[in-house]
């Protein structure tokens, strides 16, 4: 079973970036997609990308601010998030949906849509 790594958290001033990374493990390539959890509300979908990478689709509140790519040779998934407001703080979560399903150019934005989930990692944005 794929396994998912998390990095590039941190702490931040508003209106600074930060790139988040996700490395998967095995050679399989899957849709895969960021959420996020700020404390006490629901794990919300932020970002996905198609296996290709070609389609992305994204949060309306994050639109415009944040970007996904791959890197399929690296098997590592980046969130680029520019322009940070303290309403991003949350835990970022990168997740894979299974090589089996993720059909070449689909994007998927339910936490159901997912099979394995990374650890989490934390983005702070002071205000």
């Known amino acids: 079973q794929v396994q998912l790594v998390e990095s590039g958290g941190g702490l931040v001033q508003a209106g600074g970036s930060l790139r988040l990374s996700c490395a998967a493990s095995?050679?399989?390539?899957?849709?895969m997609g960021w959420f996020r959890q700020a404390p006490g509300k629901e794990r919300d979908f932020v970002a996905a990308?198609?296996?290709?990478?070609?389609?992305?689709y994204y949060a309306d509140s994050v639109k415009g601010r944040f970007t996904i790519t791959r890197d399929n040779a690296k098997n590592t998934v980046y969130l680029q998030m520019n322009s940070l407001k303290p309403e991003d703080t949350a835990v970022y979560y990168c997740?894979?949906?299974?090589?089996?399903?993720?059909?070449?150019?689909?994007?998927?934005?339910?936490?159901?849509?997912?099979?394995?989930w990374g650890q989490g990692t934390q983005v702070t944005v002071s205000s």
């Open positions: 997740a894979a949906r299974s090589p089996q399903s993720s059909s070449g150019n689909a994007v998927y934005n339910r936490l159901g849509d997912y099979a394995t």
């Open positions: 990308i198609s296996r290709s990478g070609g389609n992305t």
């Open positions: 095995g050679r399989s390539s899957y849709a």
